[in-house]
């Protein structure tokens, strides 16, 4: 499969990466058919997807399979006069009807909407209007449903809501039922052009309304390097990327790449993640390769590994947020598997990333991915030198990479503000090293500066977090007259030092961190509280912070 998309497709390094890594990118474009249809008629029984849940039920799908259900699938939404251009909203957590549902729209060419089951009846009214929505295809469970349910009646343009059960209300339509009277599909020849609009992700932004990121009919190949050259999978993989289907990560991790290298996909369907849980899921399975953001790690390694088998795994990947080195260390450790981080936004793909010829540095993001020229700019418009930070662009004044984005549905201004000159501003800052390894500093919003120092959240929070009375931690500035701007952490407490949250303790955290990174970088002011406030997928809503700080003059 591979072969078919690019030049070559076997590396002996990073340097041969670079320089030959080169996309074949077909007409028309269409995954359902070029990709699932391709696997279902060359090899119909091999193993696509591995669904499991906390219930104990467990389906296995052959990319045979998988071709009947997305073709009964898109019939069925045929039927009911959905078609190419059509917006439709799915809401399916982890169910393996998720699948059937993405692959069918990529078949009739309509543009689907990945959407968290924890929306709101506001979060609700908001996506419908923005987007047009025309159908939801939901999970079938009484919260879920009440809030779409509660919606409608401010969402004039949704005309269809299907249930993939338990519950089908009598307003609804059974998707079960659906599918399964469905009349054979009749596939439309070239349905889609490679600049149709695939996907739309409403973005989880820490300011304002979410915005809507356009994706087209090609960005599922630039997922070729997520899958291969990160995950570093092959055709007899077992990938697990702990991921709703809510978000895009699922696409990244989930999908895409995955079934273009021929891996098998797992799935773990449960309602509270557990460290314990996922471990023995892996033990079980014997998964293979393994993604998730460094949160998880973090709890994975809090629990008894040695208790758990994990002699399966060849890979590990992290992203989501930066790396912490001491989870990349305290994993090593444990399991004998190095972390290989990745940076990307919902904007791109795998944009920066620690390949399998590359030694990891703890806490470094690696190296650029060839697919996209990279750089770092400074505020004043020049390619930032090593150790010198910028944020971080993407040029496109010689070529549109496959895997971009097509800008913002419905706003141009912010569009033009993003991405002007050639020039995409992802609004990160980092900077790199004499070997070319980007490190992460923060949002261009976040970085502080104090006394002549900029002085990024991330590595503040890196230091933070080394200390063990410290759970989850967020850096931001605070006004001041001498120094601009001072560092404070907003701490939440381990439950062994609740009782010890005083001066003392505050004077601990301060002098650790001195020990750790630069003295300057030290949080002069130290708040204990019990949660940080978070955008609806968990970002920290480090604004929200400062509003409440400026609200309160905050000061020393």
């Not at 279902?40 to 467990?58: F, M, S």
């Not at 097509?406 to 993003?418: F, I, P, S, V």
């Not at 010890?500 to 001195?514: D, F, M, S």
């Not at 978070?534 to 480090?542: A, D, F, Q, V, Y």
Request: proline residues 5%; hydrophobic residues 35%; glycine residues 6%.
């Amino acid at each position: 499969m591979l072969e078919k998309y690019l030049q070559q497709t076997e590396f002996s390094d990073f340097t041969d990466f670079t320089s030959n890594y080169k996309l074949i990118v077909p007409d028309n474009f269409n995954f359902g058919f070029d990709v699932v249809d391709a696997w279902a008629e060359k090899e119909p029984n091999k193993k696509a997807l591995l669904w499991t849940n906390d219930h104990g039920e467990c389906r296995e799908f052959t990319f045979g399979e998988i071709k009947q259900y997305t073709d009964q699938t898109a019939s069925y939404f045929q039927s009911l006069g959905i078609k190419k251009g059509d917006i439709v909203m799915v809401i399916l957590k982890r169910r393996f009807e998720f699948w059937f549902s993405i692959i069918a729209l990529h078949k009739i060419g309509a543009i689907i909407i990945p959407a968290t089951h924890l929306l709101t009846k506001k979060d609700l009214i908001y996506r419908n209007n923005a987007a047009d929505i025309k159908a939801i295809v939901a999970v079938g469970e009484e919260l879920i449903i009440k809030h779409i349910n509660d919606s409608m009646p401010e969402s004039p343009t949704v005309e269809l809501l299907i249930s993939v059960g338990p519950i089908v209300p009598e307003t609804w339509l059974d998707f079960h039922k659906g599918i399964t009277e469905a009349a054979p599909f009749t596939k439309i020849e070239k349905i889609t052009d490679n600049d149709d609009t695939l996907i739309i992700s409403f973005t989880s932004g820490t300011t304002g309304n979410p915005k809507m990121v356009k994706l087209d009919c090609v960005y599922p190949l630039a997922h070729i390097v997520t899958a291969k050259y990160w995950h570093n999978l092959h055709e007899n993989s077992l990938h697990l990327t702990i991921a709703d289907t809510g978000w895009l990560k699922a696409v990244w991790g989930k999908l895409y790449g995955q079934w273009i290298v021929g891996a098998c996909v797992f799935v773990y369907d449960h309602e509270k993640f557990t460290p314990a849980t996922m471990l023995e899921m892996i033990q079980k399975y014997r998964i293979t390769s393994l993604c998730a953001p460094p949160t998880i790690f973090r709890f994975l390694i809090r629990e008894n590994i040695e208790h758990y088998d994990l002699s399966s795994l060849e890979y590990c990947t992290i992203a989501g947020e930066a790396l912490n080195p001491s989870v990349y260390n305290q994993f090593l450790k444990l399991t004998g598997v190095q972390l290989k981080e990745g940076y990307g936004q919902s904007e791109t793909t795998l944009s920066i990333f620690t390949s399998p010829w590359t030694e990891p540095k703890p806490g470094s993001m690696g190296l650029p991915n060839p697919h996209y020229d990279i750089d770092l700019l400074t505020p004043d418009g020049r390619s930032a030198e090593a150790g010198e930070q910028g944020q971080i662009v993407i040029r496109t004044d010689k070529r549109y990479p496959e895997g971009l984005f097509k800008g913002y549905h419905r706003n141009d201004e912010l569009t033009n503000e993003a991405w002007h000159d050639n020039i995409y501003n992802t609004g990160d800052v980092a900077w790199r090293d004499e070997d070319g390894y980007f490190w992460f500093v923060g949002r261009a919003d976040d970085v502080i500066k104090s006394s002549g120092y900029r002085i990024g959240p991330f590595e503040v929070e890196s230091a933070l977090m080394t200390h063990p009375a410290i759970v989850e931690c967020a850096v931001t500035g605070i006004p001041d007259e001498i120094r601009g701007q001072i560092v404070k952490a907003t701490v939440i407490l381990s439950k062994e030092y609740k009782d010890r949250a005083n001066h003392h303790l505050v004077h601990e955290i301060q002098e650790h961190v001195k020990s750790v990174t630069a003295p300057y970088k030290y949080p002069r002011i130290i708040e204990f509280v019990n949660e940080l406030p978070k955008t609806i997928s968990g970002k920290i809503r480090r604004t929200e912070i400062r509003e409440k700080d400026k609200n309160a003059n905050v000061s020393i």
